[in-house]
């Protein structure tokens, strides 16, 4: 083990002192300034330890100060620092990886789709520039970049991606076809949910248009029919409906009179 020198002298070999005044405790305290050398005993380590720089300095009688940096320590505390920012930012990436992950298997769980026109062109990059069939626990060797997993029929969408799930799925993964897999594009899918639902949309606005158009006969009816009913319409609509000029105030008068 290399000897580390305390005030240019090794610590074993100094005249001054023994070397077991150099044999400190293991607890440190940095840049303190004890007044003797034996309370330095215990804020200092081992002169001789191989992570160690120690220096004595002699400033008047019996007084030093004792300085220690511990390497070791110090790269220990970073280690732990950077541990901790890693954890985190492994935390958000899951997060938002979770959430990237839901949007698409509740797309293909409504819609039985997968991709934009096939399932080959399924987001094979996400916005980080990672791509997205490497998913955790993924095997590129043993499946290579052929579907992603949520494109496969009978994945537990709400469980974790191991290699356990890539195992279950191994036929989807290398042979994708119709039976085990979703291979339509989630495009044409979307083109015939409208066209099936074309009938019913077209029916409701409709349905729309003949309540507006009952509503403005109606109250243009209110409106000529003055006369008759004169008492009535003052006390309901005002001053002889004078709102009937425009369509929006037939509309107003429909909605104040009924």
């Known amino acids: 083990m290399r000897k580390k020198r305390c005030a240019g002298a090794p610590c074993n070999n100094d005249s001054r002192y023994s070397s077991e005044d150099y044999m400190c405790g293991v607890t440190f305290r940095p840049f303190s300034k004890p007044k003797t050398l034996e309370k330095c005993r215990g804020w200092i380590r081992l002169c001789n330890h191989p992570h160690t720089d120690l220096s004595v300095v ?10 220690k940096i511990s390497v070791a320590v110090l790269k220990k505390k970073k280690k732990k620092k950077k541990k901790k920012k890693k954890k985190k930012k492994k935390k ?4 938002k990886k979770k959430k990237k992950y839901s949007l698409r298997r509740m797309r293909r769980r409504r819609l039985g789709c997968c991709g ?7 987001f094979t990059t996400d916005r980080e520039g990672v791509p997205f069939h490497e998913a955790p ?24 991606l191991d290699a356990l799930v890539f195992d279950n799925h191994a036929r989807c ?6 039976t085990n897999a979703f ?15 074309k009938s019913a949309l077209i029916g409701l606005g409709a349905s729309i248009l003949c309540i507006e158009i009952a509503v403005m006969t109606l109250s243009f009816f209110l409106c000529t029919r003055e006369e008759k ?16 000029k425009t369509v929006f105030g037939v509309l107003d008068l429909a909605l104040t009179c009924l």
């Open 173 to 178: 993964l290398q042979q994708p076809d119709n």
């Open 229 to 244: 009913f004169e008492g009535w319409l003052e006390h309901c609509c005002g001053q002889h409906c004078g709102r009937c």
């Open 116 to 122: 934009v026109e096939n399932y080959t062109t399924d």
């Open 183 to 197: 291979v339509e594009g989630c495009l044409k899918r979307i083109e015939d949910k409208i066209s099936h639902n």
């Open 137 to 160: 626990g993924r095997d590129l060797n043993k499946y290579p970049l052929v579907v992603p997993i949520t494109c496969c029929r009978g994945v537990d969408h709400e469980g974790t």
């Open 92 to 95: 958000k990436k899951k997060k």
């Open 58 to 67: 002699k400033t008047g009688d019996d007084h030093y100060v004792c300085s």
